[in-house]
């Protein structure tokens, strides 16, 4: 059973990078007809989705976020990562990584989430 | 961008009851495109129907999903406990994929 998992620091100062990986495991990262995403949720709001990448590389990106974001992958670890830089207290949210079935479009398979809160 | 408008902000029914929340988008969206999530606290979104109709896998019948253009539904036949949570729905008929505000249903 496809299993997410979202790791990395739960605390960041505003200006610096953000970096969190989500690490695949009962399944490939490397399977075609998915793609992996990443969403947060501010505290009390709803979901805004940050983009998506396949495991060739090629990525999507949310317009809104585009200039700070970069997300990669690494297909030897089954894993994808997730790089928002510059961030201010507005970037404090929940941080999900989840598996987008294009057959579906949606987000089939979601990870539990981590808590990143952007403070000095 | 696609807004995605949830209606009512919050629903307050009784167990047993029917429950039908509303998602009405700012342009058309194909039916393929739009999906519904459920949300409880503390726990990640769980997809509940695709392509405006489709149950995901292991979603009770209970749940149902129609629309299409610009406004679609989701029904809860008949509610139980387990239930009440948010419900999210979302587009990926042009990108940025989007999702709604949300609709808490609440026990009445």
């Known amino acids: 059973q496809l299993q997410l998992q979202e790791s990395g620091p739960g605390l960041v100062k505003p200006s610096e990078t953000l970096s969190l990986t989500c690490t695949v495991s009962g399944g490939s990262i490397r399977s075609s007809g998915y793609y992996w995403g990443w969403i947060r949720q501010s505290p009390g709001k709803g979901l805004e989705w940050i983009g998506s990448?396949?495991?060739?590389?090629?990525?999507y990106y949310n317009p809104s976020l585009r200039s700070r974001v970069t997300i990669s992958v690494d297909t030897s670890k089954n894993q994808f990562s997730l790089k928002l830089s510059s961030v201010t207290a507005a970037d404090t949210a929940v941080y999900y990584c989840a598996k987008y079935t294009t057959e579906k479009n949606a987000f089939e398979i979601w990870g539990q989430g981590t808590m990143v809160t952007v403070s000095s | 961008e696609i807004v995605l408008t949830q209606s009512p902000g919050t629903l307050s029914l009784s167990p047993g009851e029917r429950a039908t929340l509303s998602c009405r988008a700012s342009?058309?969206?194909?039916?393929?495109?739009l999906g519904w999530y459920q949300q409880k606290p503390g726990q990640a979104p769980r997809l509940l129907i695709h392509?405006?109709?489709s149950r995901a896998t292991g979603i009770p019948d209970r749940f149902s999903g129609s629309g299409s253009g610009t406004d679609f539904s989701l029904t809860i036949s008949r509610l139980e406990p387990e239930d009440f949570a948010v419900y999210y729905c979302?587009?990926?008929?042009?990108?940025?994929?989007?999702f709604g505000q949300g609709t808490r249903l609440e026990i009445k």
């Open positions: 392509g405006a109709s």
């Open positions: 342009q058309s969206v194909s039916n393929s495109q």
């Open positions: 979302q587009q990926y008929d042009s990108s940025p994929i989007t």
């Open positions: 990448i396949y495991y060739s590389g090629t990525t």
